[in-house]
């Protein structure tokens, strides 16, 4: 049997980590209402409005929350 390297070989994906947290972000929103989540809620807690800003002096990844109403 082998087992992992203490010490940090864990290889991270970051998309898989952001779906993770989405679906966290959801669960907290349901059990914190009294009924069913709109789709208008469900759209807003996973940030559906939000927009890629490719021109963002930040670098590759930026987003600018423009989150419609």
């Not at 989405?22 to 789709?39: D, H, K, N, P, Q």
């Not at 809620?41 to 021109?55: A, K, P, Q, T, Y």
């Amino acid at each position: 049997m082998r087992v992992a390297p203490v010490g940090g070989t864990a290889v991270q994906d970051h998309v898989a980590l952001a779906e993770i947290e989405l679906c966290g972000e959801l669960i907290i929103a349901a059990s914190a209402a009294e009924e069913r989540l709109s789709m208008e809620s469900i759209d807003e807690v996973l940030r559906v409005g939000e927009e890629r800003d490719v021109s963002n002096a930040d670098g590759p990844g930026s987003v600018a929350r423009s989150i419609s109403a």
